[in-house]
């Protein structure tokens, strides 16, 4: 791809050098004019992926990866974008494949997509109040309501934390990444809080 | 069917058969049991293949898998239960006529399973009364059959067929939606 004329055209993309594809950090102001350009002068015809992402430490924390693939020559090019108050412009009118990914997107990280044709969740029920995937969110959960009032009436069922202690999958020996809670690791879990 | 149930001898007794109403509604039920697919993850393919030549559910008269749970006696929920199927789940049961029953499949219809998240409900029987858990991840047809017989044999078991509650609680007809 011609990165000289991306980086002329759209001056605050950064070339991150990429170990496996060619990867900016865009403006999230700029991202559907540069996926636009990408498609229409580059030839970046295929979204291969778009995925919210919470860098945690970061500010701002939150973020939207985008692959793109030129089926011409096979050429990958990866954007991410920072979000400004949580929101990103749509590029599902330039590619309408992104449109369920960007309701995931915004389902798991509330990410909201400025433009979006069909802004609701996708994966969650509507009066989900969490975005389960942002890092501040414990893998059991919090407790809410049930879905549907009427079947909660009758069974007294809530949505509640799920127990993260022992179980038939616990996994044990070896090096685990400290984001997510373990089964033998009981530093914190549905009883404790994670300090 | 337990021998004494129907136990005579027509060339003594004449052509006769003296038996409890309950046996015999019970026999009829345990022999024709329509089960509900609720094929909610990959349990559903194991499920499938009982359905098939193979292991053939057809020899315990299970065959007639009802798509619609008004047509249906017993739900067989195989696969895992997200909080947003629960409804679902539910609401399919409520509207299954009575007598039914609930089988679940699997260590996820079951426990939960290996999905200890925020979005899977830990155990089916939080929202629908379950008569037979069946253990494996998943099942092989074998155990289904055998969860299947099982259910038949408490069936065959149960008191009061004819009475207007069933098995102790009454119908409850509420959600219908």
């Known amino acids: 791809m011609d990165v000289l004329a991306l980086t002329q055209k759209f001056p605050q993309t950064q070339n991150c050098a990429g170990q496996d594809m060619t990867t900016f950090a865009v403006n999230s102001a700029e991202l559907a004019d540069i996926v636009k350009y990408l498609r229409d002068e580059q030839g970046f015809d295929l979204l291969a992926d778009l995925c919210g992402m919470d860098w945690k430490d970061r500010t701002p924390n939150l973020g939207v990866v985008i692959h793109l693939l030129n089926t011409k020559n096979r050429e990958y090019v990866r954007l991410h974008a920072a979000c400004v108050d949580d929101s990103v412009p749509t590029v599902s009118a330039i590619h309408p494949g992104a449109n369920w990914h960007e309701r995931e997107a915004y389902d798991m990280f509330g990410i909201k997509f400025i433009g979006h044709p069909d802004p609701r969740r996708i994966l969650m029920w509507d009066a989900y109040p969490y975005h389960p995937l942002r890092k501040d969110f414990p893998l059991a959960g919090i407790e809410v309501p049930f879905p549907a009032a009427d079947v909660a009436a009758v069974t007294g069922q809530t949505v509640e934390p799920a127990p993260m202690m022992g179980g038939p999958f616990v996994s044990s020996g070896g090096h685990m990444s400290g984001a997510e809670p373990q089964a033998l690791d009981q530093s914190w879990n549905e009883e404790k809080p994670k300090s | ?177």
Not at chain 2, 9 to 36: C, F, L, Q, Y
Not at chain 2, 83 to 93: D, G, L, Q, S
Request: hydrophobic share 40%; net charge positive.
């Open chain 2, 1 to 177: 069917m337990v021998k004494s149930d129907f136990g005579y001898n027509s060339k003594i007794e004449g052509e006769v058969i003296v038996t409890r109403a309950d046996a015999v509604v019970n026999w009829v039920r345990s022999h024709s049991v329509w089960p509900m697919p609720m094929g909610l993850a990959c349990c559903a393919i194991e499920l499938m293949a009982a359905g098939g030549s193979r292991f053939d559910i057809s020899r315990f008269g299970m065959e007639v898998m009802r798509f619609s749970p008004r047509q249906a006696d017993c739900m067989i929920v195989s696969g895992t239960v997200t909080y947003k199927m629960a409804e679902v789940v539910r609401r399919i049961y409520d509207q299954m006529a009575e007598p039914k029953w609930v089988v679940a499949m699997g260590a996820c219809a079951s426990s939960g399973g290996m999905y200890r998240s925020y979005a899977t409900l830990q155990g089916v029987d939080n929202i629908v009364p379950v008569d037979i858990y069946i253990s494996g991840c998943p099942p092989r047809p074998e155990a289904l059959l055998d969860g299947m017989m099982l259910l038949q044999e408490k069936i065959r078991q149960e008191g009061g067929s004819l009475k207007r509650t069933f098995r102790g609680r009454t119908v409850d007809t509420k959600i219908v939606s």
